[in-house]
């Protein structure tokens, strides 16, 4: 768990979750038993009969998705059970089809008759097949309407009603193992972040205003963000762009801008400072740094486990390694993009570098945080640098690791690369190694132990460019 997270942590002491009248009336499902379901389901038919509209509305999607969900379960369960007791009848047919192929005190067997028993296991293991796959098509049906329930919790901004809804359908999953299991929209790792969001939104929006009225702008805009007030972030953005273009750091400005989704004022503060060197950007503290990085972290889903990479420009377009996201012909593998919220999205591949191990993704999601790439030219020996990559495979915040740059230019594999000192993982393939002012100075590639390679900035610069 990276330092912003432990601060937060340490800051939000909160006893109890807040929310509406339905969100207090579903959490009595964090015991998702039928006899919770049914308490739960009269007290929804008392705020259907004297709501208003919209609790109405909302109490009635709700009340009809959890009787189906948990009548659903039962026939499930009774499937299996069916299912269990034809398996047992199955091999009690094999048993005497075996029986009767063993001579019996005349030295004779009775082929006819064990074929007949093992072709009455074969059918009946056929039927409890095809009983389960059509099963698991209702169960796949049910899920998805489910989910479109909780679609209308989030909408509707019942984040707590949705929280319980969520773990109460990850729990009922969980337990029918029968059925093919579909894939979750509200897996742990989101309905994790969730529950983090719930608990902490009104106290990260507290801590927004004081950090504000404090003249910390930074920390300000990063709890505004987790708070997911899009204009309290964009507030703080937008005052600390004017702030920072005015002590002189353009670049940080300017990438403030990119990532507040203001192209033109990027472009016209881009326009009037050219050349960005290293001292356009502002130096930030430990703390400020993983806010600033971590963000623009995502977890690409590949066949074989899982990779790094980052948000480059708005509206979605990301980078990271090639070679594990390629098939045996060289073609790419259907992908997923996993946000911080745990939230996942199929991803379009834009391109890749013929000679490079770097490949560019572009998901349809805006209005997240981006990494500014820096200049080859920074790369120096001794230069201090943090990666900040995803080493396990649930894991949604990105780990830092700290490091120094021991060779800036060294040609390895036939890229242009530098070798750092520093120790990385599989996963963390694609992930951003960046400087002290929050610039992508390398693509961590592979390491050994204590030494590590990254695709240097300029082929990174590069290959942007010509997308």
């Given at each position: 768990?990276?330092?912003v997270r432990?601060?937060l942590?340490?800051l939000l002491t909160?006893s109890?979750?807040t929310?509406?009248?339905l969100?207090?009336?579903?959490?009595?499902?964090?015991?998702?038993?039928?006899?919770t379901?049914k308490?739960?389901?009269n007290?929804l038919?008392?705020?259907i009969?004297?709501?208003?509209?919209r609790?109405?509305?909302?109490?009635?999607k709700?009340?009809?998705?959890?009787?189906?969900?948990?009548?659903k379960?039962?026939?499930?369960?009774?499937?299996k059970?069916e299912?269990?007791g034809g398996?047992a009848?199955?091999?009690?047919?094999?048993k005497?089809g075996?029986q009767w192929?063993?001579?019996?005190?005349?030295g004779?067997?009775?082929k006819?008759?064990?074929?007949e028993?093992f072709h009455d296991?074969?059918?009946?293991r056929?039927?409890?097949?095809?009983?389960?796959e059509?099963l698991s098509k209702e169960w796949?049906e049910?899920?998805k309407d489910f989910?479109?329930?909780?679609?209308?919790l989030r909408?509707?901004k019942?984040?707590?009603?949705l929280?319980?809804l969520?773990?109460?359908l990850?729990?009922?999953v969980?337990?029918?193992?029968?059925v093919?299991?579909p894939?979750l929209?509200?897996?742990?790792?989101r309905i994790?972040?969730l529950?983090e969001?719930v608990v902490?939104?009104e106290?990260?929006?507290?801590?927004?205003s004081?950090?504000?009225?404090?003249?910390?702008?930074e920390l300000?805009?990063?709890?505004?963000r987790?708070?997911?007030?899009?204009l309290?972030?964009?507030r703080?953005?937008a005052?600390?762009a004017?702030r920072?273009a005015?002590?002189?750091?353009?670049?940080?400005?300017?990438?403030?801008?990119?990532?507040?989704?203001?192209?033109?004022?990027?472009a016209?503060?881009a326009k009037a400072?050219?050349?960005l060197?290293?001292?356009?950007?502002?130096?930030?503290g430990v703390?400020?740094?993983?806010r600033h990085?971590a963000?623009?972290?995502?977890?690409?889903?590949?066949?074989?486990?899982?990779?790094t990479?980052f948000?480059?420009r708005?509206?979605?377009?990301l980078v990271?390694?090639k070679?594990g996201?390629l098939d045996?012909d060289g073609?790419?593998?259907?992908?997923?993009?996993?946000l911080?919220?745990?939230?996942?999205?199929?991803?379009?591949v834009?391109?890749?570098?013929?000679g490079?191990?770097v490949a560019?993704l572009?998901?349809?999601?805006?209005?997240?945080?981006i990494?500014p790439v820096?200049?080859?030219?920074?790369?120096?020996p001794?230069l201090?640098v943090?990666?900040?990559g995803f080493?396990?495979?649930a894991?949604?915040?990105?780990?830092?690791a700290s490091g120094?740059v021991m060779?800036a230019?060294d040609?390895w594999?036939?890229?242009?690369?530098?070798?750092?000192?520093?120790?990385?993982?599989?996963?963390q393939?694609g992930?951003?190694?960046?400087d002290?002012r929050?610039r992508?100075l390398?693509i961590f590639?592979?390491?050994?132990t204590?030494t590590?390679?990254s695709?240097?900035?300029?082929a990174?610069?590069?290959?942007?460019k010509?997308?």
């Amino acid at each position: 768990m990276i330092f912003v997270r432990l601060f937060l942590l340490t800051l939000l002491t909160v006893s109890g979750l807040t929310g509406s009248e339905l969100g207090d009336v579903v959490a009595k499902l964090k015991e998702p038993k039928i006899e919770t379901a049914k308490e739960v389901l009269n007290e929804l038919d008392r705020m259907i009969v004297g709501g208003d509209a919209r609790t109405v509305t909302l109490a009635k999607k709700v009340h009809r998705s959890i009787k189906r969900i948990f009548t659903k379960e039962h026939k499930m369960l009774e499937g299996k059970k069916e299912a269990d007791g034809g398996e047992a009848n199955a091999k009690q047919f094999e048993k005497n089809g075996r029986q009767w192929l063993k001579p019996n005190i005349h030295g004779r067997i009775n082929k006819l008759a064990a074929s007949e028993a093992f072709h009455d296991a074969k059918v009946l293991r056929k039927k409890s097949f095809w009983a389960q796959e059509e099963l698991s098509k209702e169960w796949l049906e049910e899920v998805k309407d489910f989910e479109k329930m909780l679609g209308d919790l989030r909408f509707s901004k019942e984040e707590k009603a949705l929280l319980s809804l969520a773990e109460l359908l990850a729990a009922i999953v969980e337990r029918t193992p029968w059925v093919n299991r579909p894939p979750l929209t509200y897996d742990r790792a989101r309905i994790q972040f969730l529950r983090e969001h719930v608990v902490g939104k009104e106290q990260w929006l507290t801590l927004a205003s004081h950090a504000s009225d404090a003249g910390n702008l930074e920390l300000a805009y990063d709890f505004y963000r987790l708070a997911g007030s899009h204009l309290g972030r964009f507030r703080m953005g937008a005052k600390m762009a004017g702030r920072l273009a005015e002590e002189g750091y353009p670049g940080s400005a300017i990438n403030l801008w990119e990532r507040l989704g203001e192209e033109d004022r990027a472009a016209e503060l881009a326009k009037a400072n050219p050349v960005l060197t290293a001292a356009s950007y502002q130096v930030l503290g430990v703390a400020a740094l993983e806010r600033h990085t971590a963000p623009a972290c995502v977890r690409v889903l590949t066949p074989g486990g899982h990779q790094t990479g980052f948000f480059f420009r708005q509206g979605g377009f990301l980078v990271t390694c090639k070679l594990g996201l390629l098939d045996k012909d060289g073609d790419p593998h259907p992908l997923t993009v996993v946000l911080e919220d745990g939230r996942k999205f199929p991803a379009k591949v834009l391109g890749f570098s013929s000679g490079h191990d770097v490949a560019a993704l572009k998901i349809a999601y805006k209005g997240h945080e981006i990494l500014p790439v820096g200049d080859r030219a920074d790369l120096k020996p001794g230069l201090d640098v943090i990666l900040f990559g995803f080493t396990e495979s649930a894991q949604n915040i990105p780990s830092a690791a700290s490091g120094t740059v021991m060779v800036a230019m060294d040609e390895w594999n036939r890229q242009p690369t530098s070798r750092l000192a520093l120790d990385g993982s599989q996963g963390q393939r694609g992930a951003p190694i960046v400087d002290q002012r929050g610039r992508v100075l390398g693509i961590f590639l592979a390491s050994k132990t204590g030494t590590a390679r990254s695709l240097e900035a300029g082929a990174i610069q590069h290959f942007i460019k010509e997308l």
